[in-house]
Nanobody
């Protein structure tokens, strides 16, 4: 599975950005997709995830501001980011997990896209 993220950029605090991640996998085996981020000199952290049944999960720091969604026809994952703060500055990574009938899993990561929020 290949993941291609886009949509990062420079935005002022309070602004919005929409990240996209196009994947080459199949929704039949991908049971989870997510956005992670890694701020400068910090560890990578989960931002939001979405399951095959569209169940979503958000980090407390982004609840009410970010929305994760997917377009199954276009094989694309989105992250709508509103009311951006300086602390949202990070490299954002798209993630996908394949779970096979056997129970085995494969994890996939896209190249990061930089989001910079100026205060």
């Amino acid at each position: 599975v290949q993941l291609q993220a886009s949509g990062g950029g420079l935005v002022q605090a309070g602004g919005s950005l929409r990240l996209s991640c196009r994947h080459s996998g199949s929704w039949f085996t991908i049971d989870k997709m997510a956005w992670y981020r890694q701020p400068p000199a910090k560890v990578r952290e989960l931002v939001a995830s979405i399951g095959r049944d569209d169940t979503t999960n958000y980090a407390d720091s982004v609840k009410g501001r970010f929305t994760i969604s997917r377009d199954t026809d276009k094989n694309t994952l989105f992250l709508q980011m509103n009311s951006l703060k300086a602390e949202d500055t990070a490299t954002y990574y798209c993630y996908a997990r394949d779970t096979y009938f056997s129970g085995a899993t494969d994890d996939y990561w896209g190249k990061g896209t930089q989001v910079t929020v100026s205060s």
